[in-house]
């Protein structure tokens, strides 16, 4: 798996601040000395942003430092670290389906930060992580997706499915007094038939079903929190004795408990959205038509995803 390195921030410092200084006090055309201390403080600053996985402030520091006006040895070495970078640098691109018909008014955020307003072709960057992507239509749907982002993934393909859209009670109680005054106006011109037997009232759903995907949704959110917090403690140990030449046996292990935690946390979300599903279900008396749980499963090598949607 891959391991940020552990750049001497101190050290570059210090002998960016003292080359730099000997090298413009003895040249005539020298940029002035804040000049300088703006690139050492930009080539400090980046490495300290891609030792944490911050990409994107990353670069923005490269940029920086890679000023006419900062040393040689200092432009040298951020030209090559934001290539670097940028080879590093994930980019994703979401999209949306509801059955066969591509959506494109869906706006796509992450916290409070929105990442898109409606859904196109064009790629987005963000930095390697874990993001509950939250899809939202103008149509009132919303679905949430959780994914982990590596570094490198280029133009990773984020996509939800939509539930079909079902129609209001407004609109199912009109159509049926527009049904029930179209039968009284038949019944008018000729013979009432005889009242037809009543069926006995379908017993309510049981909600031991939905209690135990929640249960189970619980623990299974809880296994993967301790996974993923096993698998970080793990992955900052190789950092400090063995990275960047740990080997794949070391490595393993870590990778394992990273994927049993995106396991987990899929079958969680799983199970919640399933339970949740079947209280709101509880209280309608009509019989749910079955396979029509709004919940999207994707899962790949790398990762396991879910997706749950609703219409409010």
């Known amino acids: 798996m891959p391991l940020s390195r552990r750049w001497p921030l101190s050290l570059a410092l210090s002998t960016a601040v003292s080359l730099a200084g000997q090298a413009f006090a003895q040249a005539e055309s020298a940029p002035p000395r804040p000049a300088v201390q703006e690139c050492a403080r930009a080539y400090e600053s980046s490495q300290e942003h891609r030792s944490t996985g911050a990409i994107s402030a990353a670069r923005l520091e490269f940029e920086r430092c890679r000023r006419d006006d900062c040393p040689e040895f200092i432009r040298e070495d951020c030209s090559r670290w934001s290539k670097e970078l940028e080879a590093e640098q994930p980019?994703?691109?979401?999209?949306?389906?509801r059955g066969s018909r591509v959506l494109t008014q869906v706006r796509v955020s992450v916290?409070?930060?929105?990442?898109?307003?409606?859904?196109?072709?064009?790629?987005i960057t963000l930095d390697p992580g874990e993001y509950d992507f939250r899809f939202e239509t103008t149509e009132g749907g919303l679905a949430v997706l959780h994914a982990l982002i590596q570094p490198g993934n280029k133009d990773r393909l984020v996509q939800v499915e939509f539930a079909p859209l079902t129609r209001s009670p407004a609109t199912r109680s009109k159509s049926a007094a527009i049904a029930s005054a179209g039968a009284s106006a038949h019944s008018a011109a000729r013979p009432e038939p005889a009242a037809a037997p009543t069926k006995t009232a379908t017993a309510a759903p049981s909600r031991v079903l939905p209690w135990t995907l929640l249960a189970v949704g619980a623990a299974s959110i809880g296994a993967g929190a301790a996974l993923s917090f096993s698998g970080h403690s793990d992955e900052l140990q190789l950092r400090e004795t063995c990275s960047p030449h740990c080997t794949d046996a070391q490595v393993a292990p870590v990778h394992t408990k990273y994927l049993l935690s995106?396991?987990?946390f899929g079958a969680g979300l799983v199970s919640l959205s399933a339970a949740a599903y079947f209280f709101l279900r509880h209280s309608d008396s009509e019989p749910a038509a079955a396979g029509t749980v709004p919940v999207t499963v994707v899962a790949s090598p790398n990762s396991f995803q879910a997706s749950y949607g609703a219409r409010f």
Do not use: W
Request: glycine share 4%; hydrophobic share 50%; charged share 20%.
């Open 111 to 123: 916290g409070d930060r929105v990442l898109v307003e409606q859904l196109s072709a064009r790629a």
């Open 91 to 97: 980019t994703v691109i979401f999209a949306a389906k």
């Open 262 to 264: 995106n396991i987990s």
